[in-house]
């Protein structure tokens, strides 16, 4: 059998593996040490694409900090918003970063991870070649998916970390102030923070799975990574539309603000459960529509 033909029955749908002259696997390969994890980590770490991301999201808090330093801070009605309530405390600082990102940067950084996973091995010309390898297509997408997912996850979570740092250096290790006015003691706000960085994160699983399904559409990562952004725009703008009454309740990003109910000394775990739920349930499907449409494509670019 020659090489092309190696490559040709790899990267046609369904098929991996046939190395052998018999059509059998060839006696050294192991398509459970195919493209391991550390490999496939230590490759996206060392791109820009990952660096600039993970700079960024360090970079927000201080940007956020300036930004107060330079305002006049005059306080001004007699509502109190997250903005006024910022620079009391370190935690409060945090969660009004958090609620800043969480609706469109933390949404990209989840869409570029797992958009680009794929597709952008397609622009390159080398995911046919990843699969002639040959790595099966299952196990690729499972390793880049689980890589990708690391890579996200600790991106949302370096976000309330690196604010609750700069917050607590610049603003000191008070208590967390909700603007219903409920106070929590420092230790708490920490704990709670985190929390609610990891419901961010879970709450864009859906997110995840809709740019995978998208990355195993397309040879283009921009559109990938641009197609379930704006998913997510449209998602939050008919949530906005109470015509829709509850209707609204099925979008995915209807719980995404769920997480503030951890701001009370009593938190509310009914929309924060409902919330995990939807993400996961979209995520699921889209998952299995990637994975499905994965094994029955065709790599010919």
């Known amino acids: 059998m020659s090489d092309a033909k190696y490559q040709d029955v790899s990267t046609r749908k369904g098929h991996v593996g046939l190395l052998g002259a018999d059509g059998s696997p060839a006696s050294s390969y192991r398509p459970g040490r195919t493209l391991p994890l550390r490999v496939e980590l230590v490759r996206q770490l060392r791109r820009r694409r990952t660096q600039v991301t993970f ?54 950084v989840a869409a570029l991870f797992f958009g680009d996973t794929v597709a952008a091995e397609a622009s390159w010309s080398s995911l046919r070649y990843l699969l002639a390898a040959p790595i099966p297509r299952a196990r690729l997408l499972r390793q880049k998916a689980l890589i990708a997912g690391f890579l996200a996850f600790a991106a949302v979570l370096l976000l309330p970390v690196v604010a609750l740092v700069v917050g607590t250096l610049a603003y000191g290790a008070g208590d ?47 559109g990938a990574v641009g197609g379930a952004v704006m998913v997510s725009i449209v998602s939050q703008i008919l949530d906005q539309i109470t015509a829709l ?45 990637a994975a499905w449409r994965f094994h029955r494509k065709d790599i010919t670019s």
């Open 55 to 108: 700079g960024l999201v360090a970079l927000l808090p201080v940007i956020l900090w300036i930004a107060f330093a330079l305002s006049s801070g005059d306080e001004t009605g007699q509502s109190v918003s997250l903005v006024d309530l910022g620079q009391r405390s370190g935690p409060n600082f945090a969660i009004f970063a958090l609620f800043a990102s969480a609706g469109f940067l933390l949404v990209v």
């Open 245 to 289: 009454e509850g209707l609204r309740n099925y979008l995915p990003t209807h719980y995404a603000t769920a997480w503030s109910g951890l701001l009370s000394s009593a938190p509310d775990w009914g929309d924060i459960t409902r919330g995990l739920f939807s993400s996961i349930t979209y995520a699921a499907v889209f998952f299995a529509a």
């Open 176 to 222: 967390l102030v909700s603007p219903t006015g409920e106070s929590l003691g420092y230790g708490v706000a920490v704990g709670r923070v985190l929390l609610g960085g990891v419901y961010v994160a879970l709450s864009l699983l859906w997110v995840a799975g809709l740019a995978l399904l998208l990355s195993v559409s397309t040879d283009a990562p921009l």
